[in-house]
């Protein structure tokens, strides 16, 4: 099965990402995220209900860069019982 | 489908190729197992993003290599193709691959010393020293490891012993795992032996208040008769000097004997 994109599509997309054509994307790198760059829990849960992704991603059951880099420091910094 | 190698086939992968194909489907396996075991031990059940933008940059390198091979067009490539583009992406998979399995491992090692640490605090120490006398060394084992959470995170390339590293790593979250396993069957044991010194505790408790009561008796009693003595011995010294024979009284004559 071939999937092609219309002709429109194709202008759409090489003009916001600033290519001339779409196969030029092959070696362009998704961007990341960091507690700067972070997931927007608000704004993914707005689509929760539409979505049919993961379950888990839907009700919120994850750990956005900011929120795991603080439970990095909470634990890190629990003490043992000693 | 089965993809031959050799030349016969311009778009299929040679033997070499094929065999860093195998061992990416192989690390893939492995790091998807730690990524779901760190799911469940997660306390909330929780996904860590970064293990899946991991994943998802671990495809995204797989599905260079394989557009290169099947494209027509090859014009977008860059100056790099064929079995140089080949190495290139797939040693950058595996790195991303690895990276997901380290993230699943520093979650799973955090979630179960958070376990552990509130597993035992509802314990006092010397039930824990009695009933799990492990604890001590595991105690060593968490605190190195504490130290190492998200240090794989700073390297960005993939070292040459990554996979020594990666088996250390599952073998020292497996004891992890397995203490955590014995602390939850030791829960009865840890209860019975705190229900034990509570009322041990309490016994000695009573026992005190038993002799405190039984001092202050003894006590009240010396007093009561140091009382009684001291009142008596009071009284006679009293009575004594001043009994009549003692007194000096003035003589009176009386007028018939004049």
């Known amino acids: 099965m071939t999937i092609r994109v219309s002709e429109t599509t194709r202008n759409i997309v090489c003009k916001s990402l600033d290519i001339h054509r779409l196969s030029e994307v092959i070696d362009m790198s998704y961007g990341g995220f960091s507690t700067t760059a972070d997931v ?41 019982p000693y | 489908m089965g ?28 790091a998807k ?6 799911e469940e031990v997660d306390p909330d059940y929780r996904s860590n993003l970064q293990t899946i933008k991991e994943l998802r940059d671990a495809f995204d390198h797989l599905m260079r290599i394989i557009v ?64 799990l006398p492990e604890y001590w060394d595991i105690r060593v084992k968490l605190e190195e490891l504490n130290e190492t959470i998200g240090d794989h995170r700073a390297r960005k390339d ?3 012993n990554i996979g020594e590293t990666l088996d250390r790593f599952v073998k020292d979250v ?10 939850l069957s030791a829960g009865p044991a840890l209860e019975e032996y705190k229900e034990r010194k509570n009322q041990e505790g309490k016994k000695e408790k009573r026992s005190q208040v038993q002799i405190s009561v ?35 009284l003035p003589q009176i004559s009386s007028p018939a004997t004049k």
Not at chain 2, 3 to 30: H, R, T, V, W
Not at chain 2, 33 to 38: K, P, R
Request: aromatic share 10%; hydrophobic share 35%.
């Open chain 1, 40 to 80: 927007d829990r608000a704004k993914t849960g707005l689509y929760s209900d539409s979505n049919r992704g993961s379950v888990r991603l839907n009700t919120g059951r994850y750990y956005t860069a900011k929120e795991y880099e603080e439970r990095i420091n909470r634990i890190k910094n629990m003490k043992l």
């Open chain 2, 3 to 30: 993809i031959a190698p050799g030349k016969e086939n311009e778009n299929g992968f040679s033997k070499e190729e094929i065999a860093q194909l195998e061992g990416l489907a192989s690390l893939y396996m492995q």
């Open chain 2, 33 to 38: 197992s730690l990524i779901l075991y760190s």
């Open chain 2, 68 to 131: 290169e091979r099947f494209s027509d067009d090859k014009s977008s490539l860059g100056d790099v193709s064929g079995t140089e583009y080949f190495q290139k992406n797939i040693q950058k998979s595996i790195g991303h691959v690895y990276r997901a399995a380290f993230d699943a491992l520093d979650g799973a090692v955090m979630s179960l010393r958070e376990k552990i640490i509130s597993g035992l605090d509802a314990f006092p120490l010397e039930a824990v020293k009695d009933i």
């Open chain 2, 158 to 160: 993939i070292g040459g």
């Open chain 2, 174 to 183: 497996d004891i992890l795992k397995s203490f955590h396993k014995k602390l």
């Open chain 2, 214 to 248: 039984t001092n202050a008796i003894i006590g009240g009693i010396i007093c009561a008769l140091v009382g009684v003595i001291a009142t008596v011995a009071f009284n006679n010294y009293f009575q004594k000097t001043n009994a009549p024979d003692k007194q000096v």
